[in-house]
């Protein structure tokens, strides 16, 4: 009976489960991914699957406008999202759980619906479904993410420093500049990670928006991925999109971690 007692609130024991669940659900869909890109429909090992993408050039130009949507979607939530967190976050601001939950309502409901949805709404009044149509359902769809990761960091910030700012002669403008905007890169930061990677990626909102007419990487990896045939070359296009995420990644986040160590000196 001690032994089971002993067993059961072991941290390592209640650690299983989510071990199981990574293993399951990211690990093994992750190898997967890796051996159907390094053999070919019967199983044998090769490398023409790479070759095939490098040579590929609707492959790598739709790569690439899938990059500068990401990076205009990106650009856009920091500019409506930076100014909405930073309200949000003034101690003189009196409603902010309300603004908030403003911006949380549409999460509760599939994104899929709110696409449909803005498909409806473009219908109603009459504005052609293309490239504009498709950044405003991004941005519709990812501005929380940018707005909250910014909030969290500006709510958290120490005001002293700003009025230690102003008291040295700095003005709002320079304060703002100086003192909040280093402070708060951490947050921009998460921000545009979260929203630029699924941009990247996103399939069904670009083909709801545009009727199928404008293609994101992620709706021509759907398109090989569903095709037995080329289940192998779709494989090579998400692990080269995976790769480049990850290296994004990584060199992103010592970037902000020394915005972060600027900002606070």
Not at 198 to 218: C, Q, Y
Not at 230 to 253: C, M, P
Request: charged letters at 10%; a negative charge.
């Amino acid at each position: 009976m001690n032994k089971l007692v002993q067993i059961a609130s072991s941290r390592r024991t209640w650690a299983w489960p989510y071990v199981l669940f990574m293993a399951m659900f990211v690990v093994l869909p992750l190898v997967l991914v890796g051996v159907y890109a390094f053999t070919d429909i019967e199983g044998n090992f090769t490398l023409h699957n790479f070759a095939k993408f490098f040579s590929h050039s609707e492959a790598i130009q739709t790569f690439l406008y899938s990059v500068m949507i990401a990076v205009f979607n990106t650009a856009i939530c920091l500019l409506i999202g930076y100014p909405a967190a930073y309200i949000m976050a003034q101690e003189d601001f009196k409603t902010p759980k309300v603004m908030a939950m403003l911006f949380i309502l549409p999460m509760w409901i599939n994104f899929l619906l709110r696409t449909v949805a803005t498909v409806e709404l473009f219908n109603m009044c009459g504005l052609p479904l293309g490239e504009g149509a498709l950044l405003f359902g991004l941005c519709y769809d990812y501005l929380p993410f940018m707005i909250y990761p910014i909030y969290n960091t500006l709510q958290k910030m120490d005001n002293s420093l700003v009025e230690a700012a102003q008291d040295l002669g700095a003005s709002k403008w320079q304060s703002f500049w100086k003192v909040i905007v280093p402070l708060s890169m951490p947050g921009v930061y998460s921000g545009i990670v979260m929203v630029f990677m699924p941009t990247v990626s996103t399939f069904a909102i670009a083909e709801l928006l545009t009727h199928n007419n404008i293609k994101l990487f992620g709706s021509l990896i759907q398109d090989y991925i569903t095709t037995t045939d080329l289940l192998n070359y779709g494989a090579v296009l998400s692990l080269v999109l995976l790769i480049i995420i990850g290296l994004t990644s990584f060199f992103g986040d010592h970037d902000s971690a020394g915005g972060e160590k600027g900002g606070l000196v």
